[in-house]
């Protein structure tokens, strides 16, 4: 399966916007759209926009997050995001449901994260446990993070035997890596050991890449090389990566970087 995220609730506002996001949908057999909730967007607009999805096969999950989610006075956010999605989704019809919740934290963006890494890492497993169990109280929704591909590499606090992409694939239904590289080759070695460990744990993993501008390094994001360069190398991922049990599809970052690159 394709993924992609949309983070501009402004695409889903009007008629022409749905169906112009769900047209490039349909164009690139996309069959997941991770949409930002945005209470200040009206319900009836993501009733809309989801009732479309779905009359055209297109799963559609919330999402939402921000680095500073894992500071103990800012976990309320977490817990009133749930909150919306289930009340949203209580309130309207079977076809106009979000059937899953994706959260992107991103703490490691955080200068704590390089002043008190230990703090910080305890912080995100508390975050995101919190996260899970709310999601999972009295609901079959799918709970899923954005994660970086080098979580392997942290371990966690008095529990130095465990690392912590191991902590959240076990805690969440599935991880959408992003594992930023325009080479299928690199993309499919950084994300081996993610994909090794959920095969083994029974979780499902989305592998990521990128199409906006990335100031990190060329070999990061698809923008230089457009959208031809993109789909040969999506196939040569998918190809290689179908054999694992744990493989849930390609993501791709994100839906207006996607739709603007070049042939």
């Known amino acids: 399966m394709k993924a992609t995220w949309l983070w501009d609730t402004s695409l889903i506002s009007t008629l022409e916007n749905r169906q112009a996001v769900l047209q490039f949908a349909k164009e690139q057999s996309i069959g997941r759209i991770y949409v930002q909730v945005n209470p200040d ?31 103990s ?79 392997h590499e942290i371990s966690i606090p008095d529990e130095s035997s465990i690392r912590l992409n191991a902590k959240f694939i076990g805690m969440l239904d599935e991880v959408t890596l992003m594992s930023y590289r ?3 080759e690199a993309l499919i070695e950084i994300t081996a050991d993610d994909l090794a460990l959920a095969d083994q744990l029974g979780k499902k993993v989305f592998v990521g890449v990128e199409t906006n501008p990335s100031s990190e390094a060329a070999f990061v994001s698809f923008y230089e090389e457009g959208r031809a360069v993109l789909n040969q190398q999506l196939t040569l991922i998918d190809d290689s990566l179908k054999g694992h049990a744990s493989y849930a599809g390609i993501a791709v970052h994100d839906y207006t970087g996607w739709k603007n690159l070049k042939p």
């Open 41 to 71: 967007v009206a319900k009836n607009t993501y009733r809309a926009f989801i009732q479309e999805a779905v009359q055209a096969g297109i799963q559609i999950h919330a999402l939402d997050g921000a680095p500073n989610w894992i500071r």
């Open 73 to 151: 006075d800012q976990q309320q956010y977490i817990v009133s995001m749930v909150k919306w999605v289930k009340d949203y989704n209580a309130s309207v019809l079977e076809n106009e449901r979000f059937s899953g919740i994706q959260v992107d934290i991103e703490p490691y963006v955080l200068p704590e994260w390089h002043n008190e890494r230990d703090v910080t890492v305890s912080s995100w497993i508390t975050a995101m446990t919190l996260f899970t169990n709310e999601v999972k109280h009295d609901s079959t929704l799918t709970v899923s993070a954005s994660l970086p591909f080098w979580l």
């Open 182 to 184: 325009d080479q299928a």
